[in-house]
C-alpha cells in the first residue's frame, strides 16, 4: 500500500514562487517503479492534470505549466516535487499528488491510472 503525502502549500503574492512535495509512506515498495503526477481542483472546476514524472524520468505539463512549473523526484527519499514560478491567481486551486505503478515507464496526467492519491494541499496566489 503506498500512501502519498502533500506539503509546501500556503498563500502567495501573483509572481511569486512555492515548492509543493509529495512524500511516499516508508513501507517496503520501490518509490522509482511508480508514475506520479501533480493535479489540482479550484471550486467549481474539475479536476485538472498540473505535471507527470514517470519512473524514467520522463516529465509531462499541462500548457498552463509549462515554462513556470517543474516536476522533479528523488527516489531514495521517496519524494516528488513541484516548483513553481511565476504564480498566477488562477493557480490557486487544492493540489494533488497521486501515483501508479506502470507496465512501461512513462509521464502521464490520466487520472484513470492512478490508484493511489493524497489528501492534498491548499495553493493560494493572491493578485
Known amino acids: 500500500q503506498v500512501h502519498l503525502v502533500e506539503s509546501g502549500g500556503g498563500s502567495v503574492q501573483a509572481g511569486g514562487s512555492l515548492r509543493v512535495s509529495c512524500e511516499g509512506s516508508?513501507?517496503?515498495?520501490?518509490?522509482?517503479?511508480?508514475?506520479v503526477a501533480w493535479f489540482r481542483q479550484a471550486p467549481g472546476k474539475e479536476r485538472e492534470g498540473v505535471a507527470g514524472?514517470?519512473?524514467?524520468?520522463?516529465?509531462t505539463y499541462a500548457e498552463s505549466a509549462k515554462g513556470r512549473f517543474t516536476i522533479s523526484r528523488d527516489n531514495t527519499e521517496k519524494i516528488v516535487y513541484l516548483q513553481m514560478n511565476d504564480l498566477e491567481p488562477g493557480d490557486t486551486a487544492m493540489y494533488y499528488c497521486?501515483?501508479?505503478?506502470?507496465?512501461?515507464?512513462?509521464?502521464?496526467?490520466?487520472?484513470?491510472?492512478?490508484?493511489?492519491w493524497g489528501q492534498g494541499t491548499q495553493v493560494t496566489i493572491s493578485s
Open positions: 514524472i514517470g519512473c524514467d524520468g520522463s516529465t
Open positions: 516508508r513501507n517496503r515498495y520501490k518509490y522509482s517503479e511508480y508514475s
Open positions: 497521486a501515483a501508479y505503478r506502470p507496465l512501461v515507464c512513462r509521464a502521464t496526467m490520466s487520472q484513470t491510472e492512478f490508484r493511489y
